[in-house]
């Protein structure tokens, strides 16, 4: 094994990994000193000169020349003997003068050279990790593109423009996310990690913050700061709230959003797999901010109780199921946008006459009870008016169940009209 191959090797690890020139120069100086310091005690004394763009290097001893047996270190003294007997331009030396030789590497045997290039290739990794967490780590948040290199049951690897391996695990993909070897998907850096001193690059595209950067990547208004994002709340794959405001009196930042036609909205519904998104736009008058994250529902009227950060909002018998949403997503998104929690009541006309649905807890159960309230069904007609199928679809409750709770009510409608 020879020197100048050494240093061509790593050389091309160098232009391979992309490590500036500075580093390289200064990681192997570190590893020929350590070297130097393991065979003579020490470095102090020693010149490192090292060229990567020839593929070369060069060490030199410094030594002062001492009389012949005077000799206490034997790496930093050399006998005037010793130094004319190695050629004819050293005659001239004397006592108490400065000596410099170049010391050979490949003469210290394969062994030390071997050594070398284990620190060596151990540095260069350790520093590509360093690196590489150091960039990422700065990235998180960010939006990439990266191209599909694996895919497993719990995780895909994806490749950078560097080729740097990056994660996407399973709870992080949007459930229709299909991906196969070859595709280009888009994420943002989620977290980065360091387990067993490498570092573990993890993307996210369920975060509300993936949604964030795609609106600033198809809004050139939220871009430039005339519109901002106050508040994202999102079911993966189902539906999303999006609460915008705009610092120009001129521009509707709802409009802004959806674009002509919709057409920058269909870009970001495309890459979020058919996601409902609803563009809401932000106001601090705080009843009217619920009243339109309830979307697409029309309320009659709202009651606050502030100090329980608590809403009582009242609708019509069929804007109920749509203010609830299938399986109660679009209330439980509109709770966590707006930071209230949302009682949703049916509005009777004075003239019909109904039953609270609490009256029935002689003859069923309480978590029964609770189940139907959750859906907004807080009274015997607004039980009636749902079909047992939606019932059974919203409720968690079974059909043998369900079936015994409207024999109930219906049987004291029956008595009343008796």
Known sequence: MKTLNLIEIFSEFR???????????????DVFRSSLT???????????????DKGDFE????RIVVQDGEIQDKNKEISLT???????????????????????????GRRAILAVRQNLTAKIMQLEKD???????????????????????????????????????????IPSDRFRKGD??????????????????????????????LFELEVPEIDDGLIVIKKIVRKPGERAKVAVESYDERIDP?????????ARIHGIVRELRNENIDVISYTENTQLFIQRALNPAKISSIRLVEDDYRAEVFLLPEEVSKAIGKNGLNIKLAIQLTGYEIDVFREMDESEEDIDIDQFSDEI???IIDELKAIGCDTAKSVLQLSIEELEKRTDLELETLEFVLDVINSEFDKEEE
Request: proline share 2%; aromatic share 8%; glycine share 6%.
């Open 15 to 29: 232009e391979l990994k992309s490590i500036d020139k500075v580093t390289m120069m200064g990681i192997m100086e």
């Open 82 to 108: 010793d130094v004319h007997t190695k050629g004819k331009e050293y005659e001239d030396y004397e006592v108490g003068e400065d000596f410099t030789d170049e010391v050979k590497l490949i003469d210290f």
């Open 254 to 262: 709802v409009g802004a959003c959806v674009g002509m036609k919709g």
């Open 38 to 52: 393991k065979i003579f005690g020490s470095d102090e004394n020693f010149d490192v000169i090292i060229n990567i």
């Open 184 to 213: 280009v998907l888009r994420a943002i850096v989620s977290k980065v990690e360091m387990r067993n001193n490498t570092p573990r690059i993890i993307l996210s595209r369920t975060s509300p913050i993936f949604l964030e950067r």
């Open 365 to 367: 159960d309480s978590w």
């Open 131 to 173: 690196t590489l967490y150091e960039t990422y780590k700065e990235r998180v948040g960010t939006l990439i593109t990266g191209d599909v290199y694996q895919t497993w049951k719990k995780e895909i690897l994806v490749l950078d423009d560097e080729e740097n391996e990056l994660i996407l695990p399973k709870s992080e993909q």
């Open 59 to 62: 060490i030199w001893r410094n």
